[in-house]
């Protein structure tokens, strides 16, 4: 099993990113999948969960509105489109795969900065 996460970089406050995380190893539709971030001396926080099967999704209040989690079968891949960034949103995001004992991907950074 592999999570392999790409897209992060820097944008200015306001714009977009839109993050990828592609999975090999197991069909990440029949899972929950979570978007979850991270900045230094904090923990892990949960950004956005999808079960695809049952059409459901949940964000955090501070993403809400912003951020859109999806799925792309075809793909077996996990997105996450970050909307009207901010500042506060700087931070490593990480997908995580809701399978077995768990998977992580190993992280892309995402910098909010004028």
């Known amino acids: 099993v592999q999570l392999v996460e790409s897209g992060g970089g820097l944008v200015q406050p306001g714009g977009s990113l839109r993050l990828s995380c592609a999975a090999s190893?197991?069909?990440?539709?029949?899972?929950?999948m979570s978007w979850y971030r991270q900045v230094p001396g904090k923990e892990r926080e949960l950004v956005a969960t999808?079960?695809?099967?049952?059409?459901?999704?949940n964000y955090a209040d501070s993403v809400k509105d912003r951020f859109t989690i999806s799925i792309d079968n075809a793909k077996n891949t996990v997105y996450l489109q970050m909307n009207s960034l901010k500042p506060e949103d700087t931070a490593v995001y990480y997908c995580?795969?809701?399978w077995g004992q768990g998977y992580w991907g190993q992280g892309t950074q995402v910098t909010v900065s004028a």
């Open positions: 995580y795969a809701h």
């Open positions: 190893g197991f069909t990440l539709s029949r899972y929950a």
């Open positions: 999808i079960v695809s099967g049952l059409r459901v999704t």
